[in-house]
T-cell receptor, first 112, second 115 residues
């Protein structure tokens, strides 16, 4: 089983719908992240969390919210999806501040 | 400002050729870390290497090698005797204090290895 698991893997949703992307990890890391990947732009940070009580906005948090339900679970919500949120979304964990990130397999989200 | 530049958007070579992917970074911090990741067509992100700013020794792992040069703020990645399975998008990233240790990503280089 993967150390970082994202569900769903693919999703098509309509404009205006609320959608939640879920992430769970078995690595025991406190630090969890949500990134968005668009062609030619690399990865951009949406939100990150250093523990259950610590949630922080990244560079592109507008239109998104998150919930850290437990050390192992970090979910991303789009309250009212819009087409320009169509992207590949990744959840990641890190053991420490300068360590490598471990990524989930990604969620391909299409908003129509 | 912190920044990572991968100027090569796409590189195409024939199998068995050597290929170098460039990564240039900007930071004011003296302690920082650099990373390379591979994203094959299947989409997952695979960690390849982490290097700290105090270790300029080149790293070799099989057909992969990395050349870290602080003087030119570069951390280049070379694949020797490329293979079709090396086809992927490769990302370089930086982690340092001024950015609260968040990973700052380059835009990626798409590498195509033709048989």
């Amino acid at each position: 089983d993967a150390d970082v698991t994202q569900t769903p893997r693919n999703r098509i949703t309509k404009t205006g719908k609320r959608i939640m992307l879920e992430c769970s990890q078995t690595k025991g890391h406190d630090r969890m992240y949500w990134y968005r990947q668009d062609p030619g732009l690399g990865l951009r940070l949406i939100y990150y969390s250093f523990d259950v009580k610590d949630i922080n906005k990244g560079e592109i948090s507008d239109g998104y919210s998150v919930s850290r339900q437990a050390q192992a679970k970090f979910s991303l919500s789009l309250e009212s999806a819009i087409p320009n949120q169509t992207a590949l979304y990744f959840c990641a964990t890190r053991r420490g501040r300068n360590t490598e990130a471990f990524f989930g397999q990604g969620t391909r989200l299409t908003v129509v | 400002a912190q920044k990572v530049t991968q100027a090569q958007t796409e590189i195409s070579v024939v199998e068995k050729e050597d290929v170098t992917l460039d990564c240039v970074y900007e930071t004011r911090d003296t302690t920082y870390y650099l990373f390379w990741y591979k994203q094959p067509p299947s989409g997952e992100l695979v960690f390849l290497i982490r290097r700290n700013s105090f270790d300029e020794q080149n790293e070799i792992s099989g057909r992969y090698s990395w050349n870290f040069q602080k003087s030119t703020s570069s951390f280049n990645f070379t694949i020797t005797a490329s293979q079709v399975v090396d086809s992927a998008v490769y990302f370089c990233a930086l982690s340092e204090g001024d950015s609260n240790y968040q990973l700052i990503w380059g835009a990626g280089t798409k590498l195509i290895i033709k048989p």
